[in-house]
């Protein structure tokens, strides 16, 4: 039963046995089979990793710095969500569309959450920016012809920012305490974890893939930035860069409409007195674990870590 946490049923999917909803066998092929442009972008990350941040880092190195688009066009339609639709069956479809009743500024909201993101994805002009917490072997085989941002982050964090999510989502029928999700992190949609985030790791040295860390950004975000610029061949100014790391703090994206998600409380997706920007922090994992968690992370973290060079800058 805990399986079945906000889902019909949820299916295991690929060799490494990725968890998803069942509506998400529907979608696979699809994704599996789109085309590729050497243009695209994608961000990708398991989720709660940083994913937000980074895809509105990405889209205005890409996009020459244009804060006023970025400010008008929230994220969310920049950058359709490519499995997104995956939590959306009929009864939820049917209670977005009830709670929204007579409420026509919001139907546009809604399409763009239903509708099929590959089909979202098509209709866009080059460059066309993807979010995706998919790992690599479910995304379309050429994926590496296009360019590939993948963001990680401590699992611990992650896992804690995750829970949290899941306790702001409406329809996410999960009551349970962060020691409870903990129980059951390799049953929510895209785990295993490491298996997401080893498969980008491994592809660290392509040309077409950049790797960053949560972490490394929150400690030096100007880096990363430059990382980024440099990435995707984009020359900024000091002053430019600074800018730009002034426009990603944590509080001016905690209070910046276009990126920080209330969207999803307007059409009733998600609890009003939750924020999808929560804390931002490194390391707040701490205060959920108790000693027998810790040790169990410990373990996990170890486990999956002996067969790779992947090293977290958090654990150094
Ligand atoms: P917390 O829940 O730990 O605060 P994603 O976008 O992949 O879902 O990741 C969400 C996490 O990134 C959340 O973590 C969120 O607060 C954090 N985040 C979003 N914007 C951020 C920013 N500008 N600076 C630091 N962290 C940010």
Redesign the pocket.
Known sequence: TIVARNHDEIVSIGPKGYIFPRKFREMAAEIYNMEVKPTDVYVF????????????LVWLVVNDLDYETASKIPLTDRYPFLEGPMFINDSTKQKLLDGNKGNESNAKDIQNVVKSAVELVNEMPSPRFIKT?LPLSLLPPKALEAKMVY?A?DPR??I???Y??IDSMKLANFNGDFKQFWTIKNYQSWSPYFDNVKEAWEMRNHPNLLFLF?ED??KDLKSSVRRVCDFFGKKYSDDQIAKLCDH???????NNPS??FDLMKKIGLMHTDK???????TG?WREYFDEEMTAEADKWIEENLRDTDLRFPSMQ
Request: proline fraction near 2%; avoid cysteine.
């Open positions: 990350s398991y989720p709660r990793s940083g994913t937000t941040w980074t895809q509105e917490h963001v982050r964090d992650a804690v920012s995750f949290h999510l949560y950004m929150k990603l703090t944590f509080d001016n994206f905690k990126v920080n924020e999808f920007v929560r804390k931002g922090k707040g």
